[in-house]
């Protein structure tokens, strides 16, 4: 976790506090450190559990993953997180499929791309 607390780390804002000689928030810093731990405990436990496993969107103490869930069910997917959101300290969730718009939208940015 110390190695994020660099100017290319996760925690780049309290790098550039220390730097400007701001004074740090003893409580900030352990909440972002319990968020991250917990975060990274629980992408962790979905990787091993799941093939293709991708961090979408990182922001604050919020993640948004990409699922491949093969031959699972997303009722499974649902059960497995809401029967460990105790265990992650996770306090807000969603599971859904992805939709037909996200669907279009990454065929259109492949092709923009070619």
């Known amino acids: 976790m110390a190695n994020e607390l660099g100017p290319n780390g996760i925690g780049v804002d ?5 730097l400007r ?6 409580e900030e810093l352990f909440q972002w450190q319990f968020a ?13 559990r799941f093939q293709g496993v991708e961090i979408v969107e990182h922001w604050g103490n919020s993640w948004r993953l990409k699922i491949e869930r093969g031959d699972f069910s997303i009722g499974y997917l ?4 809401e029967e460990n959101k105790a265990t ?6 969603s599971v859904a499929q992805t939709t037909l718009e996200q ?12």
Do not use: C, R, W
């Not at 975060?39 to 436990?45: K, L, R, T």
């Open 14 to 18: 309290f790098y550039e506090m220390n």
């Open 21 to 26: 000689k701001v004074p740090i928030n003893p």
């Open 36 to 48: 991250e731990s917990h975060g990274e405990q629980f992408v962790d436990f979905i990787t091993n």
């Open 78 to 81: 649902f059960g497995l997180v």
């Open 88 to 93: 992650f300290e996770v306090s807000e969730y």
């Open 103 to 114: 669907i279009f939208n990454n065929f259109a940015a492949s092709a923009e791309l070619k």
